[in-house]
């Protein structure tokens, strides 16, 4: 419901309410590294990590994590890892990201922020944390029009509107500080007439500590300290530019673009060059045309076009639309060699999972990683339109073609030849719903290497497609590691 047309406030004043912290920089930084020796459980998984019987691995210290996810695919299973950390993508050119693109450049924080929101604390209960929880993750009415949502975001920015009910002053000075640095941002290019419609402020707040730092780690970092989360946060790429991925069909023909990938709609096509002063590439000529605010309806998803012919690959492009080979966020790597269990979760394949696959050193980094125990593919239920079609060892060898893919920069000379890994280095465990509609082959995939396990679930029901749930992720990957345990 839009935060205007509510009649009473959602929290009592800020009078009397005391900062969950003393300081927003006080808070623990989020480790580079692991922190599988000395680091503190989520605090979700407080209650859950004290080693008594019965505990499941999955939920102690004996198992650490790396969860290559997008945003939304993978937010309703978070609370089945407890020493997490959760690669994302920054490649999303949809929704409000579309628009913060448009204007001021910069790296998609939409998946990003979607997750911080989903890992804000919520046990122990804390009042404050769930206002600050509210207004991070509100997003302006796209039914009042574009006046309508400039309006709701000028209370916002100036402090009036109700959202900020329930944030202790230090840390509602601090969101708001950035917000006012953002509203700044976007009047330096008022000509570019910046649509609030649909706009997350929670995006809309990391955008602006990210321009304001020129770091995107430390715009996570700061989110973090604000909500008390000790969630470990990786961006897959560190870099203060956009990045846009584009996808090869097997008829050769090319889509630029996540949302041209995933779920298209309609937009203005038409070249954009580049007017800010602010641009590295000013007065060369941007040749890719930034998309105005994409707003999905809520069958987007659902409802589809059809790919003309199946993915081959999927790779990142410059402005120029040329190839590049960017390279990964160093603590990516890191991880890889220092956490237990490695998940590929749900979500859309090629634009969710690939894109956090398609980069130098992350194949290297998952074959040959010394302590990595599982590599678990949690299957999607049902297929979508980057995956149409597909059956269970589809996704399986889109993985392995793709992390088993040269991505370098065109050697010169000789002496160019790449390791070529099984499957099996890749992905050891399959875990997938009995009631998905996914075609699974388990004498096929165990010919690959791969161990399958299933999740009962009856069909029907209250939802119409079967999506994973926390407990039954929980219970799959805890079985697992006691039958690697006991091996």
């Not at 309703?76 to 994302?88: E, K, M, Q, R």
């Not at 009042?144 to 109700?162: F, H, L, N, P, T």
């Not at 230090?170 to 009047?187: A, C, H, M, N």
């Amino acid at each position: 419901m839009p935060i205007s047309k509510l009649k009473a406030p959602l929290f009592a004043p800020n009078v009397g309410i005391e900062s969950p912290g003393s300081s927003v920089f006080d808070l623990p930084i989020q480790p580079i590294l692991p922190p599988h020796v000395t680091a503190r459980p989520h605090p979700r998984a407080q209650d859950r990590v004290s080693g008594q019987p019965g505990t499941p691995l999955a939920q102690t210290n004996e198992a650490s994590f790396l969860v290559i996810s997008g945003g939304t695919g993978g937010n309703a299973i978070c609370s089945a890892f407890g020493n997490a950390c959760y690669v994302l993508p920054v490649s999303d050119d949809g929704g409000s990201s579309s628009e913060i693109i448009r204007v001021l450049g910069g790296p998609s924080v939409g998946d990003i922020r979607s997750r911080l929101v989903r890992l804000i604390p919520s046990d122990p209960p804390s009042p404050p944390l769930e206002a600050i929880q509210r207004l991070l993750s509100y997003r302006l009415p796209a039914e009042y029009g574009s006046k309508g949502a400039r309006e709701e975001w000028r209370d916002i920015v100036e402090g009036r509107s109700v959202l900020w009910s329930g944030i202790p002053d230090d840390r509602k000075e601090t969101i708001r500080g950035f917000l006012v640095y953002f509203e700044s941002e976007l009047l330096r290019r008022a000509h570019k007439n910046f649509d609030f419609r649909n706009g997350s402020i929670g995006n809309y707040f990391i955008a602006a500590a990210q321009n304001f730092f020129r770091s995107l780690p430390s715009a996570i970092f700061l989110f973090s300290s604000i909500t008390n989360s000790q969630a470990t946060i990786l961006p897959v790429i560190v870099t203060n530019h956009t990045v846009t991925i584009a996808a090869e069909l097997l008829n050769g023909t090319r889509l630029v673009g996540q949302c041209e990938i995933s779920h298209p709609v309609p937009q203005d096509t038409a070249a954009f060059t580049s007017n800010d002063p602010l641009s590295p590439i000013e007065g060369l000529g941007e040749s890719i045309a930034p998309k105005s605010n994409v707003m999905f309806g809520k069958d987007s998803e659902s409802k589809y076009e059809h790919l003309s012919a199946p993915i081959t690959r999927l790779y990142y492009i410059n402005a120029y639309g040329m190839e590049i080979h960017p390279s990964p966020n160093a603590a990516y790597l890191a991880n890889l060699g220092e956490r237990d269990v490695l998940i590929y979760s749900c979500g859309s394949l090629w634009t969710s999972i690939i894109p956090c696959l398609a980069l130098r050193g992350v194949a290297d980094g998952i074959a040959r990683s010394p302590r990595l125990q599982a590599k678990i593919l949690l299957l999607n239920s049902e297929n979508d339109r980057e995956t149409e079609g597909y059956t269970a060892v589809d996704y399986i060898l889109a993985i392995g073609k793709t992390l088993n893919s040269n991505y370098q920069a065109a050697p010169y000379g000789l002496g160019n030849a790449s390791t070529t890994y099984p499957i099996s280095a890749f992905v050891t465990h399959l875990v997938y719903l009995s009631a998905g509609s996914v075609r699974v082959d388990v004498n096929h995939i165990t010919s690959l290497g791969v161990r399958c396990m299933k999740v009962e679930r009856e069909r029907g029901g209250s939802e119409d497609i079967p999506r994973f749930r926390a407990r039954e992720v929980e219970s799959a990957v805890d079985d697992i590691l006691r039958e690697l345990k006991a091996a």
